[in-house]
Every structure is written in structure tokens, then in C-alpha cells.
């Protein structure tokens, strides 16, 4: 009897855990109050909604937890508790922070001896579901684009080697020195066309990962920039220096770095503020995958802004608006990311563009 007892202990506590394990892997807030309104369960996306840890949140009440949400939360809940009736509240606006987003909420009474004890509140975050598909979309789209533009940077490149190499068989034979211009025309411009083929066709050596610091590449594009800017640009650094180290090709991500700097002290004209911020990111889904850490790199300028009318096709190769602009520096960074089974995404008005790279530091779980 006493051991039937024990087992069924364990049993319970193996349900126990397995229904915290369920809870804490879902992506839906989900937060439970007592008759008073007051928390008493929390699971991890709800800690990442309400952006605070169930230590500083258990106990609070719904008045306090949802007084800067801007929602009707409040109200709901008190419905819920009043009439005992199921509640449902789609696509609201929902603030945390200094961000908002789009919220479906659902506010479910929980019966015991016949009254409600407790209600069962459900978040779920809406505009991210249409982020991680617009995602998606996008790197499919920007990965053809960069298909296509490789294959005809090969079909170029195949024929110049042929062309330059004639040219110099011609200039060998040409009696008249004057025509030796005419050659060195085709010589030097089928070597300018090979660079910007080479630069085309992206960086050849796949990424040389080892366990680096990500400030180590911060602060190395930090000192070329204060070299080559002459310190015309004031360059402002915010850090989080709890970042852990994390696998990645240096220099892959310091040209990455370097690209969108430079994009920014370009569309400054040489003179202006760039703010280089370093932070971490809980449980953030990209792709299929959600990753527990995530460091986020913003590189911020207060120039002009990406003109509207290339704002969604600057990360696809050839899409440029300077006379000497090959179009390529984004495509490229974006796809070293990619490498790093991360992305960049980019926020733009007049006064403050802001380029985000996100590069997952661990991975928690594959999503089906
Ligand atoms: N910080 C920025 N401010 C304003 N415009 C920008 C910024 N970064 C990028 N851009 C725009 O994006 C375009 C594409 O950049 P990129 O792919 O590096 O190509 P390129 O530098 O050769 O033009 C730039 O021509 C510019 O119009
Ligand atoms: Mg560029």
C-alpha cells in the first residue's frame, strides 16, 4: 500500500514536470491569477512578453502588470471573473517597454466548488507569427536573387580571362606604339570588370568558425572607422559585456560590420553619430529554429534615411542609390549572416536608421 502510494507520487511528479516542460517550450504567454488578480503562474514566454523574471512578477497584481500595456486586459479580466464567462480579445495593441506589438487574448475561468478561483490568461503574439513567414519569404527571395546574379557573374568572368589575354597578344604585335592605348583600355577595364565579378560571386571560402567575442568585432570596426573617418564621425558605443563568446568567422562578420558602417558614414556625407549597441536576446524563433540566447548587434546612424523608394530591396545584390555603388555590400552582409544562421533587418527614418544583426548563440529547440 505505502509503496502503491510512493509510485503514484512519482507518477504525479513526472506528470508535473512534464506539464512544466510543455508550458515553458510553448511560444504563447500563458499566465494564471487567483480571485484577487494576483499572478501565480507565469510560464517563459510570458516572462519574455511582460520582458521581467517570474521572481519580480509572481505575487503582482493584474493592475500592475498590464497598467502600461495600454490594453483592456484589466477590464477583461474582471468580465471574466464577474460573469464567469470565457473572454477573447484579437489583435490588440499591446505595449511593453518602449515597443508594442499585436496581441490575441483569451481570458478563461477556472472553476472550483463551484465558483471561479482563478482565471487562465492566454497571449499570443500575432505580429510575430506574420514576421517569422514574412522572414522566410524574404531569405527565399533574396537567395534567388543572389543565384541569379552569381550564375551571370560566371558567364561574364568565363570570356574576360579570353579577352585580356588577347589584348596582350595583340599590344606584342602592334608596330604602332600609339595603339598600345587602345589595348591598355581593354586590359585595365576587363580587370575592373573582373573585380566587380569577383565581388559578385561573393566571398569564395566558406566560414572559418571559431569561439569569439563579438565586441572583439565591434571594436575592430570602431578603430578603422576612426582611422578613416578622421573623426568627423563620433562613433558611441553601448554594450552589453555579459554577451557570451559564440562560434563565428571573424572576419567574415568584421566585413559584415564594416559594410553597414560605411553605408552610414556614406549617406552622412562623412559627418554625423553612429552608435554601435550589443544585446541579448531571449528565445527568439528564427527560421524554424528558436534560439534561448541571441546577440543583437544594432548599428545606428542619425543621417538622412534609406530613400522610400529602395527601403524593401536593399538587401538584394545591385539595388543602390549611389553613382558609385555596386549595390552588393548589403547582399553580401546579409548572406555572411546567413551563414551564421542568422539575419539582418533594417528600421529607416530621417534622423535614425537602424541595422540589426541577429546571430543565435544557442539553440534550444527545432520547430516542425
Ligand atoms: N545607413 C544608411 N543610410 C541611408 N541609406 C543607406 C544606409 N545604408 C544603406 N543605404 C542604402 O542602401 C543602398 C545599398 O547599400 P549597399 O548594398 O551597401 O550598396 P552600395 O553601398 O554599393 O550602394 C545604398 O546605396 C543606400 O542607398
Ligand atoms: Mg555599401
Redesign the pocket.
Given at each position: 500500500m505505502a509503496y502503491n502510494l510512493l509510485l503514484s507520487w512519482n507518477n504525479l511528479d513526472k506528470l508535473f514536470l512534464v506539464h512544466k516542460n510543455i508550458l515553458s517550450h510553448l511560444t504563447e504567454a500563458v499566465l494564471l491569477f487567483n480571485r484577487n488578480l494576483e499572478l501565480t503562474y507565469i510560464n517563459s514566454a510570458g516572462e519574455i512578453l511582460l520582458a521581467d523574471s517570474k521572481k519580480h512578477l509572481l505575487g503582482l497584481h493584474a493592475n500592475t502588470l498590464f497598467r502600461m500595456s495600454g490594453s483592456n486586459l484589466l477590464i477583461d479580466l474582471q468580465q471574466c471573473l464577474n460573469q464567469e464567462d470565457p473572454l477573447f480579445d484579437r489583435e490588440i495593441k499591446f505595449a511593453r517597454l518602449n515597443q508594442s506589438c499585436k496581441v490575441n487574448i483569451s481570458a478563461t475561468p477556472l472553476f472550483s466548488n463551484n465558483q471561479v478561483n482563478e482565471v487562465l490568461v492566454e497571449i499570443q503574439q500575432v505580429d510575430r507569427q506574420l514576421r517569422i513567414s514574412k522572414e522566410e519569404q524574404l531569405f527565399a527571395q533574396q537567395n534567388i536573387s543572389r543565384l541569379l546574379i552569381k550564375g551571370l557573374a560566371h558567364e561574364i568572368k568565363n570570356p574576360l580571362g579570353g579577352i585580356r589575354g588577347a589584348a596582350q597578344l595583340l599590344e606584342l604585335e602592334l608596330k604602332n606604339g600609339d595603339l598600345t592605348e587602345y589595348t591598355q583600355i581593354i586590359i585595365q577595364e576587363s580587370d575592373r570588370l573582373k573585380a566587380l565579378m569577383d565581388k559578385m560571386l561573393g566571398p569564395k571560402k566558406p566560414a572559418k568558425k571559431e569561439l569569439m567575442n563579438i565586441h572583439e568585432v565591434l571594436e575592430r570596426v570602431r578603430q578603422l572607422v576612426n582611422i578613416e573617418a578622421n573623426h568627423k564621425i563620433t562613433l558611441i558605443t553601448d554594450y552589453d559585456p555579459s554577451i557570451p563568446d559564440l562560434e563565428a568567422d571573424k572576419n567574415q562578420l568584421i566585413q559584415v560590420v564594416l559594410?553597414?558602417v560605411q553605408?552610414?558614414v556614406?549617406?552622412m556625407h562623412h559627418k554625423g553619430r553612429i552608435t554601435l549597441k550589443s544585446r541579448i536576446l531571449r528565445q527568439l524563433t528564427i527560421g524554424k529554429k528558436t534560439y534561448k540566447l541571441t546577440a543583437k548587434i544594432d548599428i545606428i546612424?542619425n543621417?538622412?534615411?534609406?530613400?522610400s523608394d529602395?527601403m524593401n530591396h536593399?538587401f538584394y545584390p545591385m539595388?543602390?542609390?549611389?553613382a558609385d555603388?555596386?549595390?552588393?555590400?548589403?547582399?553580401i552582409a546579409q548572406s555572411l549572416i546567413h551563414q551564421h544562421n542568422g539575419f539582418i533587418e533594417c528600421e529607416?527614418e530621417p534622423g535614425n536608421?537602424i541595422?540589426s544583426i541577429f546571430l543565435p548563440l544557442v539553440s534550444d529547440h527545432e520547430k516542425d
Open positions: 559594410n553597414i553605408n552610414a556614406q549617406a546612424d543621417g538622412p534615411g534609406i530613400h529602395i536593399i539595388v543602390s542609390s549611389r555603388g555596386t549595390g552588393l555590400g548589403l547582399s529607416s536608421t541595422f
